[in-house]
């Protein structure tokens, strides 16, 4: 049960740090919103959770890669910033993929 508290705790660290995450969970449930308001299958309900799923945890591994790096140095450091930018870059594709499933998804409904 002490796992489930270390998660609790760090979800909490993430709306709390990070407004990105608080962002991309306010466009998950938009997105969940919509899909209810549409009334999408059950395929695409479970291509807009691993989306929102892909995002949110990459975005949570981005988060905990800053704090690693900021733990080691607080210094300006070029491995620390290509770190932190590669763990950025990686919150940007899983947000073009979940861009991109939202697209295939949702835009059909809206044009009709």
Do not use: C
């Not at 395929?43 to 591994?61: K, Y």
């Amino acid at each position: 049960m002490k796992r489930f508290n270390y998660a609790f705790q760090g979800l909490f660290v993430l709306f709390s740090k990070d407004s990105k995450f608080l962002i991309h969970s306010i466009f998950a449930i938009i997105a969940i919103i919509l899909g209810l308001i549409l009334g999408i299958t059950a395929i695409e309900w479970l291509l807009i959770i691993i989306a929102i799923g892909l995002v949110l945890a990459f975005e949570a591994m981005n988060t905990a890669v800053e704090f690693v790096v900021d733990l080691i140095t607080k210094d300006y450091h070029e491995l620390a910033k290509k770190a932190k930018d590669t763990a950025a870059s990686s919150v940007v594709l899983a947000s073009i993929v979940a861009l991109a499933i939202g697209v295939i998804v949702f835009l059909p409904y809206l044009i009709k």
